[in-house]
């Protein structure tokens, strides 16, 4: 846990100004992006403070899976069903703004604008799925 982590303090539920939203893992929570690119822009990050996706490895693959699996559910949950047109991935250093590992949840892809298609481009320099 780091205090000065604006994700961890979210998912120990001391950020009252930011509602978590229903996910069936207990070590993920899930919430809404401040800034939103799309109709449905989530977050879905670790209880665990972690770094950024440079510090994933191969034991992680599970994590990231059921970090996908919330996303989706997220998704459907809200009443979002095409799953084909959705964006899903992490920023690549250093263009991630809190060093705290977090997937973002984006739907539907296709009404992405201009500047949140290019910050949100798949695998390219900055964002990969």
């Given at each position: ?34 800034r939103p690119s799309a109709p449905h822009h989530y977050l ?86």
């Amino acid at each position: 846990y780091d205090g000065k982590c604006v994700f961890c303090r979210i998912a120990r539920r001391e950020e009252p100004g930011t509602a978590l939203l229903p996910c069936q893992y207990e070590d993920l929570v899930c919430f809404r992006d401040i800034r939103p690119s799309a109709p449905h822009h989530y977050l879905v990050v670790p209880v665990e403070h972690m770094g950024n996706c440079k510090t994933l490895k191969a034991e992680h693959i599970p994590l990231v899976k059921r970090m996908m699996e919330v996303g989706k559910a997220v998704l459907q949950k809200n009443n979002f069903s095409d799953l084909n047109d959705i964006r899903m991935g992490f920023h690549w250093p250093p263009f991630c703004s809190i060093s705290h590992l977090h997937l973002h949840v984006l739907a539907p892809a296709s009404q992405l604008g201009f500047l949140s298609r290019l910050m949100y481009r798949i695998n390219s320099y900055w964002f990969i799925t």
